[in-house]
C-alpha cells in the first residue's frame, strides 16, 4: 500500500471518528446541564415570580418536555446546523458564537505564537551545556510556568503591570474612549488595516495594549510545555546514531544541531501544538474572566452561571469542533513531514 493511499484512509478514519466524538461531548454536556442543581426559570425570572409566569416561560421555551423529548429535539437542530437560541437574550446561539470567537482566536493564537517562540528559546538554550546552569534554569522555567496556576498568574500580572506600574490596563479588550474598529471581528487585522489605510495608529496601540497583558499572562503558562518538549526531544536527538554519523563526517557541532538534531526534534513539538489547544482552552476561560476579555471562554462561564442550557451547548460543541479540527490537521502534517510515520 503507497504511504500516500495509507495516509488517505488514516485521514478518513479521524474524519470518520469525529462525528462520533462530538456526539458524545453534546449527550454529556446536555445531561450534565440538566443534572446540576439550579433551573434557567429562577435564572430569567427570578424566585419569586408567579408560578403561572413560570410554567408559561417553562412551555415557551420547552422545558415541560420530557427529558428523551428535550434531547430528541437538541440533537435534530443540531444536525441541521441550528444551534438553538439563548434563553437569556433570545439571540441565536451561532450569532452569540460568532460575535465572540473572534476575540478568543485573537487571544489564543496571539499566545500561541508568543508561548512557542519564548518555549523553544529557552529549551533551545541549555543545549550545549546539558546539566549546566543554563540548561537548570530552563528546567526550571519549564516546570514552574507549567505548574502555575491561571488565575493566581493573571492577577499578579494584573498588580505588578496594571496597578503598581500603570504600564498596561488591567482588562477589557478596546480603549472605552475610542471605537473599535469594525470588520473581521479580529481587533488586530482590523486596527492595521485602519493605520495602513487612514495614518492612524491610536487604534492599533489601543488594541496591543490591552492585548499585551492577557496574551502575555496566557503565553507565560503555556511556553513551560514547548520549552520541556524540545529540550526533551532535541537531547534525544543529540544522541542519535543519525547525528553521530553526521559528527563523525568532521561536521561542526552547530550544523550537526541545526541541519540534523533540530528539524527531527521539532517534529514531536509540532504534536505538542496540537495537545496545547487543549490546554488553551481551559488555561483561556480563566484568563477571559480574570481579565474581563469578551470572548467565547468568558460567554460560557456567564451562561453556566445564568443557566442559558442552548447557549453551553452551542459553545460547548463548536470548540469541540475546533479542537478536533486542530488536532487531526496536526497529525496529518506530522505524518506529512516525518517519513517514519507508518499507519
Same mark, same amino acid.
Given at each position: 500500500?503507497?504511504?500516500?493511499?495509507?495516509?488517505?484512509?488514516?485521514?478518513?478514519?479521524?474524519?470518520?471518528?469525529?462525528?462520533?466524538?462530538?456526539?458524545?461531548?453534546?449527550?454529556?454536556?446536555?445531561?450534565?446541564?440538566?443534572?446540576?442543581?439550579?433551573?434557567?426559570?429562577?435564572?430569567?425570572?427570578?424566585?419569586?415570580?408567579?408560578?403561572?409566569?413560570?410554567?408559561?416561560?417553562?412551555?415557551?421555551?420547552?422545558?415541560?418536555?420530557?427529558?428523551?423529548?428535550?434531547?430528541?429535539?437538541?440533537?435534530?437542530?443540531?444536525?441541521?446546523? /441550528?444551534?438553538?437560541?439563548?434563553?437569556?437574550?433570545? /439571540?441565536?446561539?451561532?450569532?452569540?458564537?460568532?460575535?465572540?470567537?473572534?476575540? #478568543?482566536?485573537?487571544?489564543?493564537?496571539?499566545?500561541?505564537?508568543?508561548?512557542?517562540?519564548?518555549?523553544?528559546? $529557552?529549551?533551545?538554550?541549555?543545549?550545549?551545556?546539558?546539566?549546566?546552569?543554563?540548561?537548570?534554569?530552563?528546567?526550571? %522555567?519549564?516546570?514552574?510556568?507549567?505548574?502555575?496556576?491561571?488565575?493566581?498568574?493573571?492577577? $499578579?500580572?494584573?498588580?505588578?503591570?496594571?496597578?503598581?506600574?500603570?504600564?498596561?490596563? =488591567?482588562?477589557?479588550?478596546?480603549?472605552?474612549? +475610542? +471605537?473599535?474598529?469594525?470588520? #473581521?471581528?479580529?481587533?488586530?487585522?482590523?486596527?492595521?488595516?485602519?493605520?495602513?489605510?487612514?495614518? /492612524?495608529?491610536?487604534?492599533?496601540?489601543?488594541?496591543?495594549?490591552?492585548?499585551?497583558?492577557?496574551?502575555?499572562?496566557?503565553?507565560?503558562?503555556?511556553?513551560?510545555?514547548?520549552?520541556?518538549?524540545?529540550?526533551?526531544?532535541?537531547?534525544?536527538?543529540?544522541?542519535?546514531?543519525?547525528?553521530?554519523?553526521?559528527?563523525?563526517?568532521?561536521?561542526?557541532?552547530?550544523?550537526?544541531?541545526?541541519?540534523?538534531?533540530?528539524?527531527?526534534?521539532?517534529?514531536?513539538?509540532?504534536?505538542?501544538?496540537?495537545?496545547?489547544?487543549?490546554?488553551?482552552?481551559?488555561?483561556?476561560?480563566?484568563?477571559?474572566?480574570? %481579565?474581563?476579555?469578551?470572548?467565547?471562554?468568558?460567554?460560557?462561564?456567564?451562561?453556566? #452561571?445564568?443557566?442559558?442550557?442552548?447557549? $453551553?451547548?452551542?459553545?460547548?460543541? =463548536?470548540?469541540?469542533?475546533?479542537?478536533?479540527?486542530?488536532?487531526?490537521?496536526?497529525?496529518?502534517?506530522?505524518?506529512?513531514? /516525518?517519513?517514519?510515520?507508518?499507519?
Amino acid at each position: 500500500m503507497s504511504r500516500r493511499r495509507a495516509l488517505a484512509q488514516y485521514l478518513a478514519a479521524r474524519l470518520a471518528l469525529a462525528p462520533l466524538m462530538l456526539w458524545l461531548i453534546a449527550t454529556l454536556v446536555f445531561l450534565l446541564l440538566r443534572l446540576a442543581p439550579g433551573d434557567p426559570i429562577d435564572a430569567l425570572l427570578g424566585n419569586r415570580a408567579p408560578e403561572a409566569a413560570r410554567a408559561a416561560l417553562r412551555s415557551r421555551l420547552g422545558l415541560d418536555l420530557p427529558l428523551w423529548r428535550q434531547y430528541g429535539n437538541f440533537l435534530g437542530d443540531l444536525l441541521q446546523g /441550528d444551534l438553538g437560541t439563548s434563553l437569556t437574550n433570545q /439571540d441565536p446561539v451561532s450569532t452569540v458564537i460568532g460575535q465572540t470567537l473572534p476575540a #478568543s482566536l485573537e487571544l489564543g493564537s496571539v499566545a500561541l505564537i508568543l508561548a512557542a517562540m519564548v518555549g523553544l528559546a $529557552v529549551g533551545f538554550s541549555g543545549i550545549a551545556r546539558p546539566e549546566g546552569k543554563l540548561d537548570l534554569a530552563g528546567r526550571l %522555567y519549564g516546570i514552574g510556568t507549567y505548574a502555575l496556576p491561571p488565575f493566581w498568574a493573571a492577577m $499578579v500580572v494584573q498588580l505588578i503591570f496594571a496597578v503598581w506600574l500603570g504600564w498596561l490596563p =488591567v482588562g477589557g479588550r478596546f480603549p472605552p474612549t +475610542l +471605537l473599535p474598529p469594525e470588520g #473581521s471581528g479580529f481587533y488586530l487585522i482590523d486596527s492595521l488595516r485602519i493605520g495602513l489605510g487612514s495614518g /492612524d495608529w491610536r487604534v492599533l496601540a489601543g488594541t496591543v495594549r490591552h492585548l499585551t497583558l492577557p496574551a502575555g499572562t496566557l503565553a507565560l503558562l503555556l511556553s513551560g510545555i514547548f520549552a520541556n518538549a524540545l529540550r526533551l526531544n532535541l537531547r534525544r536527538s543529540l544522541a542519535s546514531d543519525y547525528v553521530e554519523a553526521a559528527r563523525s563526517r568532521g561536521l561542526g557541532e552547530a550544523r550537526v544541531v541545526l541541519r540534523h538534531a533540530l528539524p527531527n526534534a521539532l517534529l514531536p513539538v509540532l504534536t505538542i501544538t496540537g495537545i496545547t489547544v487543549a490546554s488553551l482552552i481551559g488555561g483561556a476561560l480563566l484568563i477571559e474572566v480574570t %481579565y474581563s476579555w469578551p470572548g467565547i471562554a468568558y460567554r460560557l462561564q456567564e451562561a453556566i #452561571s445564568q443557566r442559558d442550557y442552548p447557549l $453551553v451547548q452551542g459553545i460547548v460543541v =463548536v470548540v469541540a469542533a475546533l479542537v478536533v479540527l486542530v488536532t487531526v490537521t496536526v497529525d496529518v502534517l506530522v505524518a506529512l513531514l /516525518d517519513p517514519r510515520i507508518r499507519f
